[in-house]
């Protein structure tokens, strides 16, 4: 079977976890299968100098988010499972209750009632009582709430070495295994 993975991209801040996990699966024997949301447009433009046409163009296959006829919202067709990257509140709470309004929550919706890996790169602070809600809420689903906060301990120099160490983790609980998720190798005595 082709490794497949689909890359949502919503609209909180931190639209370069999305790019960044494009990135990294070129590199891979991974097809990927991007859907990216209104809010995550309004990001693009404002907090990066990347093109639409340039972030697409990481992807295998683009697919609009209006369209809920989708390949990715059918679970016959056969996924590893999906990386939102950032996932905002918004998209969070329409995966936490079940809400396919666009193909971005039905694809994670569909990930999860085949049983398959959906990990969500939350993005928002402080969280208030219903995000935290949701977040057990899709955590009981068997979905992953993945906040990409930073891990200090690998030194990072640059914000790109940040982001680029929580998506190849995020991405290695696909079993995907990036040159950026080595193990740690613990302290020396």
Aim: aromatic letters at 6%; one cysteine or more.
């Amino acid at each position: 079977m082709v490794r497949r993975l689909i890359i949502g991209i919503s609209g909180a801040s931190g639209f370069q976890y999305g790019v960044k996990a494009l990135e990294l699966l070129r590199a891979q024997d991974v097809e990927t299968h991007l859907v990216v949301s209104k809010g995550a447009e309004m990001a693009r433009a404002s907090e990066t100098a990347y093109a639409r046409d340039e972030v697409y163009a990481l992807a295998d296959f683009v697919h609009p988010i209006g369209n809920i006829g989708a390949c990715i919202a059918s679970g016959t067709f056969k996924t590893d499972g999906m990386l939102v990257a950032p996932c905002s509140m918004r998209t969070l709470a329409s995966v936490a209750h079940g809400f396919g309004d666009n193909l971005l929550t039905r694809a994670a919706d569909v990930v999860l009632k085949e049983r398959r890996r959906l990990v969500l790169m939350v993005r928002e602070t402080p969280l208030n009582l219903a995000h935290l809600d949701n977040m057990k809420r899709v955590t009981e689903m068997g979905g992953v709430v993945f906040p990409p906060v930073p891990a200090m301990y690998r030194k990072p120099q640059t914000a790109d070495d940040i982001v680029t160490h929580s998506v190849a983790h995020a991405l290695s609980l696909f079993g995907i295994d990036t040159p950026d998720s080595a193990e740690w190798q613990g302290m020396a005595d």
